[in-house]
């Protein structure tokens, strides 16, 4: 299945984001993952990769491999980093050999080391650029592309993000996947933006479930998302409590999802850290599938 078809005259669709493990132990774990929440029956799975490309061609291996083993659609990710655009086209090639459908197309954060995005020599500068090259030469792929509430950090204002966002979907990205967020505000706001710059691709909110106070303080202030006060203090008062801090993050998730679900969102796309238990719940709360 293909992208297009999961949102396609209505439909709902349920996706899930995960990594390429570096382990044995940590592949073990991300399969035991999945196979929880195929209880759900997403429409899509999607495999990104490490910085600076350092797991690209796990990322397709993982992308067929959870295929043929959960019977489940999948994405593969693809960034302009570190690579040429013969590069890249090789690498469509081989996803195209590999059955893949579906390509994330992202520009990609900087490689360790580097403040800002620097294109590669005989590569691409933008996301932009990336969607045009697959939907031009590999016209087969259906494109995700991502989309951010708060404004990408790089951004000078949201006008500018958003008009951005805009040449993505022009030069062939098929929905719009958002950045984590932690204030529904923030995404209706975005959203009514969306729609009167004339975007009609599908705009499908990303949920990162809270499992860690640190952890998600150190992803925020990576990606640029706010995390509510109230939200903050009702996390700290279980600092020294694992569990609490889960019960917390899963509590406030489902009251997130249900006000977004309400509002008529065509789908929702958790981002799992190839983990099942903050999701699964969740899910099984709202009672919701793809």
């Not at 045009?132 to 989309?147: D, K, N, W």
């Amino acid at each position: 299945m293909k992208i297009t078809d999961v949102y396609a005259n209505g439909q709902f669709g349920l996706s899930f984001e995960i990594f390429p493990p570096k382990t044995e132990a940590g592949e073990a774990q991300l399969f035991s993952a999945l196979e929880a929440l195929m209880a759900f029956r997403p429409s899509f799975v999607s495999c990104t990769y490490g910085a600076a490309g350092s797991t690209r061609e796990q990322t397709l291996e993982l992308t067929v491999k959870i295929r043929q083993v959960c019977g489940v659609t999948t994405a593969a990710h693809r960034t302009c980093v570190g690579s040429t655009v013969e590069g890249i086209r090789q690498w469509l090639k081989e996803a195209t050999d590999l059955g893949v459908e579906n390509i994330v197309a992202l520009r990609g954060d900087p490689p360790k080391g580097q403040a800002e995005f620097e294109k590669p020599e005989g590569g691409l500068a933008y996301a932009n650029e990336l969607v045009a090259l697959i939907r031009q030469e590999f016209p087969h792929f259906s494109i995700a592309v991502a989309g951010y509430p708060e404004t990408h950090q790089e951004a000078p204002s949201p006008a500018v993000d958003l008009a951005n966002l805009k040449r993505k979907v022009e030069a062939g990205g098929d929905a719009v996947i958002t950045q984590l967020f932690y204030d529904n505000r923030d995404f209706f706001d975005f959203r009514d933006r969306y729609a009167e710059a004339g975007i009609t691709a599908p705009l499908i909110p990303g949920i990162l479930p809270v499992v860690n106070v640190s952890q998600i303080q150190r992803i925020t202030s990576m990606c640029g998302a706010k995390i509510p006060a109230s939200f903050l203090t009702e996390l700290e008062a279980y600092r020294d409590d694992p569990s609490g801090q889960i019960d917390v993050g899963v509590r406030y998730a489902i009251r997130q999802c249900r006000e977004l679900l309400d509002a008529g969102i065509p789908g929702l796309h958790f981002y799992l850290l190839n983990k099942a238990e903050a999701t699964f719940r969740i899910l099984e709360a709202l009672k919701l599938s793809g």
